[in-house]
C-alpha cells in the first residue's frame, strides 16, 4: 500500500488550488493512505475531504512563539515530537508543493525516502530527493500541483479543486446573511488581502457595488476576515446601505459557504475568489501584481490581467505604492466580464 504525503500548508487559495491533487493520487491508489500536511488555519478546507484518509495540522504558530520567546529547547522538543508523529505513519512519498525551505524541511522531517518538490532559489534542495521545474507559461489553474502529479508519471485526470463544506457552515452563512436580511440574490465581493499590491482601488468596489445592484439586481454582500474589519467598514460607509459588509463576522467555512451561495463572485487574489472557481461560481477575477493563473479552467470564470513589464512582480513591487497593473482594470470592464457569466450581453477578450 503506498503512502503518500502531500506537504501544501498554506495559503488558503493554494491549498484549494492543489486540491485536485488528492483526486489524481487517490484514484491512482485507491488502496493508498493519503495525508495532508497543513496549517489549523487551512484544516477546515480539507477535514471533510473523501479522498484524504488524513489531515495533519502543523503548529507553526506555536513554533513561532516559541522561537520568539527564545524557547529553543521547547521547540526542539515541539518539533522532534512532530517528526515522531509524522514518521509514525511510514509514508513512502512526500509530495511538497511550496517550493520553501520550511515545506522541504517538513518533508525532510516526515522520514518519507522518497521527496519530491519544486526546484526553487530557496535554500533546503537537498533535503529532497527530486526537484522538478514549474513551467511558469502554464496559465492555467494549479498547473503546478499538475505537474507535480505528472512527475510521478500518474494520468492527473480531470484535475478538479474540491472544497468540502460541512452542514455546520452552510447553517451559519444562512444566519449571518438572514439576519443581515439578505434574502434574495446577492454578488460575494472578495476584495481583501495582506498585501496591498493585490487590492482593487477601493472606489471602484464602491462603484462596483451599486452597479451590481442597479444592473443585476444583486445584493453585494463584502467578505473579509478579521484583519479587514476597518477596510470592510470604510468600503460600506462609501457605498451605502446597499452594501452588506460581513468582514469578520464569518468564519472561514462560512466565508466559503457564502461564497457558495452568491450568484457572482468578483474577487482579487484571495483564497475565497480560488474557491469560487472551485464552487464553480459566475466568478471574475481581477488579477495584477501577481497571477496566479489566467486560465480557470471553466466558463464560469473570467480573469481580468493587464500585464505590465513589472507584472507580474509578486511580493517586490517597484512603482512606490501606485499600482497602476490594478487600477488598469475599469469597473465597466468588471460588468462586461460579468454580463455573460449571468446568461446576459457578450464580453469581449480581457486579455
Ligand atoms: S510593480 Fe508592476 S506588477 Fe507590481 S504592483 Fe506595481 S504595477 Fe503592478
Partial sequence: M?????????????????????????????????????????AELLRRHSGLDEVIEWPRGKWEEL??????????????RFARVLRSRSFHLALEGT??????????????????????????????????????????????????????GLSPGPFRMEVALGAAARDGARRV???????????????????????????????????????FDLTPVVLGGPGDRREGQRLREAAGSRVIDLTGRTALEESAAVVEGASLVIGVDTGLTHMSVAFARPTVALFGA????????????????????????????????????????????????????????STSSER
Avoid at 12 to 41: K, T
Avoid at 104 to 128: D, K, N, Q, W
Avoid at 309 to 315: H, I, V
Fill in 67 to 80: 522561537l520568539r520567546r527564545a524557547r529553543v529547547l521547547a521547540l526542539g522538543r515541539d518539533i522532534c
Fill in 99 to 152: 517550493g520553501l525551505l520550511k515545506g522541504r524541511a517538513l518533508a525532510y522531517l516526515s522520514g518519507a525516502p522518497e521527496r519530491i518538490g519544486f526546484r526553487s532559489r530557496e535554500p533546503g534542495g537537498f533535503l529532497m530527493t527530486r526537484l522538478i521545474s514549474r513551467d511558469p507559461a502554464d496559465g492555467r489553474i494549479g498547473s503546478e500541483y499538475l505537474q507535480l502529479v505528472e512527475s510521478l
Fill in 177 to 215: 446573511l438572514l439576519a443581515e436580511g439578505v434574502t434574495r440574490p446577492y454578488a460575494a465581493l472578495c476584495p481583501f488581502t495582506t498585501r496591498d499590491q493585490k487590492h482593487w482601488p477601493e472606489e471602484r468596489w464602491v462603484t462596483l457595488a451599486a452597479a451590481l445592484e442597479r444592473e
Fill in 290 to 345: 501577481t497571477r496566479p493563473y489566467l486560465d480557470a479552467g471553466t466558463p464560469k470564470a473570467r480573469v481580468l490581467y493587464h500585464p505590465y513589464p513589472c507584472s507580474p512582480c509578486r511580493r517586490r513591487p517597484t512603482c512606490d505604492r501606485r499600482y497602476p497593473c490594478m487600477a488598469a482594470i475599469e469597473t465597466d470592464e468588471v460588468l462586461q466580464a460579468a454580463r455573460p457569466l449571468l446568461g446576459g450581453g
Fill in 2 to 42: 503506498r503512502r503518500i504525503l502531500i506537504i501544501r500548508p498554506s495559503a488558503l487559495g493554494d491549498v484549494v488550488m492543489a486540491s485536485p491533487m488528492i483526486g489524481a493520487i487517490r484514484r491512482a491508489y485507491p488502496q493508498g493512505y493519503l495525508a495532508w500536511l497543513v496549517e489549523p488555519a487551512a
